[in-house]
C-alpha cells in the first residue's frame, strides 16, 4: 500500500546542531508540506513545494529550509537547532487540489 | 488574515451523548474546508471536505454540514472509541494548496 513515513520518530539534539527530518512518501504525490504542531497553537505550515525543485515559505519557515530533488521525498533541515525548535513535526502530501495525508510525525527534542 | 477557529476547546460526553463541534472560519474565499481526526502520538486522518455551503457528509457516527460561515461535526450517539482531537482546516483562494488550520477539540467520551 502507498503511505507517507517520517524518520526518526523520535530524536533528541543540542542546541547549534544541524538536524534534518525524513518524509517520504510513495503515492507520486507533486505537493509536500511541513507542518510543526505545539501546545496552543495547532498545526503550523513551515515550508511546502509543489514539485521537483519547487519549495516555499509557510507562515514559520525561520531557521528551516527544505529541498525538494524527487516527487517522493521532501526533507526538513533545521541548521542549527534551537530550544524554541522542541516540537513535533508533521509530513503531509496531497494530489493537485484533494485533501492532505499526514505521516506519523518526528518528536524533535532539542536541549 | 484568513483564521480557523474551533469551539469548544475540549469536550466531556458521556457515551450515547450526542454533540457537535463548532469550526468557524474568516478566509478569502473558501476552497473547500476540511475535518481530520488525531489521536494522541499520531499523525492527523483525514475524515471529510466539503465544498460549498449546505454540503453535508456523513461517515459512520460523524456528520459534517458547512454554512458561509462555518462548520459543524455533529457525533451521534459517540461509542469511547470516538475520543480523539478534531481539526478543522481551510482552504483559501488563489491557487495555493495551503491549509489554514484551528488549534482542535478534544473530545473524551465516557463509557
Known amino acids: 500500500d502507498a503511505e507517507i513515513t517520517q524518520s526518526p520518530r523520535h530524536k533528541i539534539t543540542e542546541t547549534g546542531r544541524q538536524v534534518t527530518l525524513a518524509c517520504h512518501q510513495t503515492?507520486?504525490?507533486?505537493?509536500m508540506f511541513w507542518y510543526r504542531q505545539d501546545l496552543g497553537h495547532g498545526l503550523r505550515l513551515i515550508h511546502y513545494?509543489?514539485?521537483?525543485?519547487?519549495?516555499n515559505k509557510g507562515e514559520v519557515s525561520d531557521g528551516y529550509s527544505v529541498s525538494r530533488s524527487n516527487t517522493e521525498d521532501l526533507p526538513l533541515t533545521l541548521e542549527s537547532a534551537a530550544s524554541s525548535q522542541t516540537s513535533v513535526y508533521f509530513c503531509?502530501?496531497?494530489?493537485?487540489?484533494?485533501?492532505?495525508?499526514f505521516g506519523p510525525g518526528t518528536r524533535l527534542t532539542v536541549l | 488574515e484568513d483564521q480557523v477557529t474551533q469551539s469548544p476547546e475540549a469536550l466531556r460526553l458521556q457515551e450515547g451523548e450526542s454533540s457537535s463541534l463548532n469550526c468557524s472560519y474568516t478566509?478569502?474565499?473558501?476552497?473547500?474546508l476540511f475535518w481530520y481526526r488525531q489521536d494522541p502520538g499520531k499523525g492527523p486522518e483525514f475524515l471529510f471536505t466539503?465544498?460549498?455551503a449546505g454540503e453535508e457528509k456523513e461517515k459512520e457516527r460523524l456528520k459534517a454540514t458547512l454554512t458561509k460561515k462555518e462548520s459543524f461535526l455533529h457525533i451521534t450517539a459517540p461509542k469511547p472509541e470516538d475520543s480523539a482531537t478534531y481539526l478543522c482546516?481551510?482552504?483559501?483562494?488563489?491557487?495555493?494548496?495551503?491549509?489554514?488550520f484551528g488549534k482542535g477539540t478534544k473530545l473524551t467520551v465516557n463509557p
Open positions: 503531509a502530501s496531497s494530489p493537485h487540489g484533494n485533501e492532505q495525508f
Open positions: 503515492w507520486n504525490h507533486n505537493n
Open positions: 513545494s509543489y514539485g521537483v525543485q519547487d519549495t
Open positions: 478566509v478569502s474565499g473558501l476552497r473547500g
Open positions: 466539503l465544498y460549498s
Open positions: 482546516a481551510a482552504k483559501t483562494q488563489g491557487g495555493s494548496e495551503k491549509l489554514v
